[in-house]
């Protein structure tokens, strides 16, 4: 009864698969959410392509790298702010529990 009166917190293993379905399911669910979206909306597809063949196509090879690494780059960033955000409510909860337990 204690997790229903909110008097027990779910805690450090809840956080974990939370951690986990938004560094790991997360990316990759909408990385496959908008390929299917890109390809049934005829729209979004074309200006996909678009964009692929003038954008792209105006970048020298240095510029498509540069784009890549930094774009790679922003990813791990992120990744890593994700980790920190949760290790930090970790330590929260773990110092909750000392100071209540």
Do not use: C
């Not at 890109?38 to 090879?61: E, Y």
């Not at 784009?67 to 949760?86: E, P």
């Amino acid at each position: 009864m204690e997790f229903l009166r909110f008097e027990q917190f779910i805690s450090i293993p809840a956080l974990i698969v939370f951690y986990y379905m938004g560094a790991v399911i997360m990316p990759v669910f909408i990385w496959l959410l908008s390929k299917k979206i890109s390809q049934r909306l005829s729209v979004i597809k074309t200006t996909k392509d678009k964009a692929d063949n003038s954008l792209w196509g105006l970048l020298s090879k240095q510029q498509k790298e540069l784009f890549i690494v930094l774009f790679v780059s922003l990813f791990f960033f992120i990744q890593l702010m994700w980790r920190i955000m949760f290790e930090f409510l970790i330590a929260y909860m773990q110092m909750h529990d000392a100071v209540v337990g």
